[in-house]
Nanobody
Framework: QVQLVESGGGLVQPGGSLRLSCAAS????????MGWYRQAPGKQRELVAT??????NYADSVKGRFTISRDNAKNATYLQMDSLKPEDTAVYYC????????????????WGQGTPVTVSS
């Protein structure tokens, strides 16, 4: 069982910075990719950033402002958020793709419980 726990959310002013952390525990060696998603009230959950195989991917809305990183030794992923905007306000969720088996390929998504981020004056 893989468990994800996020931390680092809070209230910041526009233009400020915040660093989110996600710690994974359990069967961590089965994790292929990790990422961050966010969901604002009344809106669908959207992808923020992912990291896998040395590659990173960002939503256009956060590109250049957010940076995702991964520390395999600590089984954690981080999201450095700079130049925050009010529209960044949402609950941020850590996500991991856990490979169940290779043939046939099967994977499941594991989600953290979320950490709220509020960008406001």
């Amino acid at each position: 069982q893989v468990q994800l726990v996020e931390s680092g959310g809070g209230l910041v002013q526009p233009g400020g910075s915040l660093r989110l952390s996600c710690a994974a525990s359990g069967s961590i060696f089965s994790i292929r990719a990790m990422g961050w998603y966010r969901q604002a009230p009344g809106k669908q959950r959207e992808l923020v950033a992912t990291i896998s195989g040395g590659n990173t991917n960002y939503a256009d809305s956060v590109k250049g402002r957010f940076t995702i990183s991964r520390d395999n030794a600590k089984n954690a992923t981080y999201l450095q958020m700079d130049s925050l905007k009010p529209e960044d306000t949402a609950v941020y969720y850590c996500n991991a793709e856990r490979v169940v088996r290779m043939i046939p390929y099967k994977s499941v998504e594991v989600w953290g419980q979320g950490t709220p981020v509020t960008v406001s004056s």
